[in-house]
RNA sequence: GUGAGCGUAGCUCAGUUGGUUAGAGUAUCAGGUUGUGGCCCUGAGGGUCAUGGGUUCAAAUCCCAUCGCUCACCCCA
């Protein structure tokens, strides 16, 4: 058997219909923030994912599809999603349509990691990415429209954590605070996190070792010793969610992954999801447009993952959808009656009803037990006999009730069940 | 890349110290008196017991290998 690469998941039809309700969520609330929706392509060129996200990251070192095209160029299908926004950006000069732009995404990106429970190798993500603006309003707000998003889907256990990693050079000098601190204690250190003191220390927070914890908990805290404007952009910040009555809590330790960001971080989290807990991060960006060959622009934006959220509302149970229904199931008792039932279907089907007919030559108590099943709000029968004086019967599902129509012909019997079913 | 656990029907799972033709629930399909749903009843189809090898009179069961899946680590959404 033919299986689906490991990492990759169907999505069959049973789900289907919560991932639409998330998406429309998705699309409602940033709608009501005034974002605009973008598609970018799937695949780019390497070089814009390594430049942008950095060489040094995880996700540019081990975990990316790359391949050659037959031109023998480098491409690679996207990791994430703020590199090709702000590709697009770049490319399509919208910082000269409009000094701000509010984007927003749902895309599926693509990650070569070993499977587990909230992590695939084609996984699904929802973002934003404002360009343009340097005010921290906007931190707020993208952090805000996360926050609605999950609220709307009725997420409970849910935390919010914020940090600022302050400005390049701020967070240089930190480093080096942080370097003094620990070079006398590197024997108690993890074998990984020793590594981490040499490659990118500030990682050594994210350690999920016991004794590493105990080592970094009491070192200097970056959020001490970053600059100033950071310092009072942060301070906007949590006055916005304070105010927008959005919980949250600084978390110094939350050093986010990529090399781009700085000042605001924040990650929400949800405690129903297993290990990978995070179900959306992001950040402020002001020097990424610029290195990737754009004008200076300063950018802030999130990414949430779709397929963890959605574990998390099952896990939760917070989602109940109304249950799918259909408005009229047509039998046929005489199974010649085929190309009729067809036809009156794509009547009412053209005035928008859900209509279900039997391909299978059933017979009547099999076709209404399909009805039944397809919670047909009413069925139509279409007798041998009666079909031929133009009778048939409309039989509402709830009440058993049966109705008798007389019509000349398929329009007169449209407008016959329009009248009947609207009394429902 | 590292570690642990698990593979029996479409799905969820029983299957005794190794012992007849491998079971249940659910789902699917059909029937339950002329042409009418739900509840209920009856029946049917559906299995290379993951695959390959070994031990044994006898293997779903014990051993080995391979493959697959899951969870966790690293890291991230």
């Given at each position: 058997m033919i299986k689906s690469i490991p990492g990759t998941k169907d999505i069959l039809p049973e789900e289907i219909i919560y991932w639409k309700n998330l998406e429309n969520i998705v699309h409602q609330i940033f709608s009501n923030f005034n974002y605009k929706e973008i598609r970018t392509p799937?695949?780019?060129?390497?070089i814009l994912f390594s430049r942008g996200i950095g060489e040094e990251t995880d996700i540019v070192g081990k975990e990316m599809y790359t391949f050659f095209d037959k031109g023998n160029t480098s491409l690679t299908?996207?990791?994430?999603?703020t590199a090709s926004v702000v590709r697009s950006f770049i490319e399509h000069s919208l910082g000269k349509l409009q000094p701000l732009n509010k984007l927003y995404y749902i895309s599926p990106m693509f990650r070569q990691e070993r499977p587990q429970a909230g992590r695939q190798r084609q996984f699904h993500q929802f973002g934003c990415e404002a360009i343009g603006s340097n005010s921290p309003i906007l931190d707020g707000e993208i952090i805000i429209t996360a926050y609605r998003i999950l609220q709307k889907l009725n997420l409970k256990d849910l935390k919010v954590k914020i940090n600022s990693l302050g400005i390049p050079s701020a967070r240089e000098s930190y480093k080096k605070i942080l370097r003094e601190y620990l070079r006398n204690k590197l024997?108690?250190?993890s074998e990984d996190s020793r590594k981490r003191f040499e490659n990118?220390?500030?990682?050594?927070?994210?350690?999920?070792i016991e004794s590493d914890i105990d080592v970094v908990k009491d070192a200097p805290k970056l959020i001490d010793y970053i600059d100033d404007e950071s310092k009072k952009d942060f301070e906007v910040v949590k006055e916005l969610l304070t105010n927008n009555e959005i919980p949250f809590e600084i978390d110094s330790?939350?050093?986010?992954?990529?090399?781009?960001?700085?000042?605001t971080t924040f990650e929400i989290i949800s405690g129903?999801?297993?290990?990978?807990?995070?179900?959306c991060g992001g950040g402020r960006y002001d020097l990424l447009i610029e290195q990737l060959g754009g004008p200076p622009t300063p950018g802030v934006g999130f990414a949430a993952g779709i397929e963890r959220i959605l574990l998390a509302c099952k896990n939760e149970n917070s989602t109940t959808l109304p249950e799918e229904s259909i408005d009229i199931f047509i039998i046929r008792i005489?199974?010649?009656l085929i190309k009729e039932v067809f036809n009156i279907a794509d009547i009412l089907r053209r005035g928008s009803l859900k209509v279900e007919i039997d391909y299978?030559?059933?017979s009547v108590k099999s076709q209404m037990r399909e009805a039944n099943k397809l919670k047909a709000k009413f069925v139509l029968l279409i007798g041998g006999t009666e079909y031929k004086y133009q009778k048939y019967i409309l039989k509402v599902?709830?009440?058993?009730e049966q109705i008798e129509l007389s019509a000349n012909n398929f329009l007169e019997l449209q407008s016959l069940i329009y009248q009947k079913i609207s009394a429902y």
């Open positions: 799937i695949f780019e060129e390497t299908l996207k990791p994430e999603m024997h108690l250190l990118n220390i500030l990682r050594i927070f994210d350690s999920k330790k939350l050093v986010r992954g990529l090399d781009y960001y700085c000042k129903k999801v297993g290990a990978q807990s995070a179900l005489d199974d010649e299978l030559g059933k599902m709830k009440t058993g």
